[in-house]
T-cell receptor, first 114, second 116 residues
């Protein structure tokens, strides 16, 4: 158990809909990352938050947004969903600035858009 | 340009044998970190081992060791005494950024199959 909790584990929704993925980081970790894993694109970095602030942005679509709340949990919002958004979405957390900064991953949310 | 290259889409190894999974990276930053993660069929990403660019010795964690050759920009994962439970996807990753803005860039992965 990595200590990172993601909910829900599975999500099936229709095209055009909006969903929210939730992540609780490990205790003490200030940094949260979101990644998308699809068969054709591999593991893609989406966005990083550190103590409530957006710090780094990757290949995140405009239809996607994220935030990190004062209690450090984070949510990834996906809207106007398309079939191609079907993927495994990971949240990871780390203690940034500690040198190693390995990211511990949650179990992922498997999103299926039908 | 691809920053992490894993040239072996699939590898096979006999149980109890050692196996090396290749990873090369590309960066101009003098400070970076290299990681290996394991992803079994259940889907979770499991951290295995870390190597910092300034580390003088190769990292080891149990049966995992990292063969770090800085001049060649390679960070190969060596798994000794393979077990059936080692069958999984293995991803090499590099930390980019610093000062609170960081991300991991992943390779495309190597699928390892351990045969009995």
């Amino acid at each position: 158990d990595s200590g990172v909790t993601q909910t829900p584990k599975h999500l099936i929704t229709a095209t055009g809909q909006r969903v929210t993925l939730r992540c609780s980081p490990r205790s003490g970790d200030l940094s949260v990352y979101w990644y998308q894993q699809s068969l054709d694109q591999g593991l893609q970095f989406l966005i990083q938050y550190y103590n409530g602030e957006e710090r780094a942005k990757g290949n995140i679509l405009e239809r996607f947004s994220a935030q990190q709340f004062p209690d450090l949990h984070s949510e990834l919002n996906l809207s106007s969903l398309e079939l191609g958004d079907s993927a495994l979405y990971f949240c990871a957390s780390s203690v940034v600035g500690q040198g190693r900064t390995e990211a511990f991953f949650g179990q992922g949310t498997r999103l299926t858009v039908v | 340009a691809q920053k992490i290259t894993q040239t072996q889409p699939g590898m096979f190894v006999q149980e109890k044998e050692a196996v090396t999974l290749d990873c090369t990276y590309d960066t101009s930053d003098p400070s970076y970190g290299l990681f290996w993660y394991k992803q079994p069929s259940s889907g979770e990403m499991i951290f295995l081992i870390y190597q910092g660019s300034y580390d003088q010795q190769n990292a080891t964690e149990g049966r995992y060791s990292l063969n770090f050759q800085k001049a060649r920009k390679s960070a190969n994962l060596v798994i000794s005494a393979s077990q059936l439970g080692d069958s999984a996807m293995y991803f090499c990753a590099m930390r980019e950024g610093q000062g609170g803005s960081e991300k991991l860039v992943f390779g495309k992965g190597t699928k390892l199959t351990v045969n009995p």
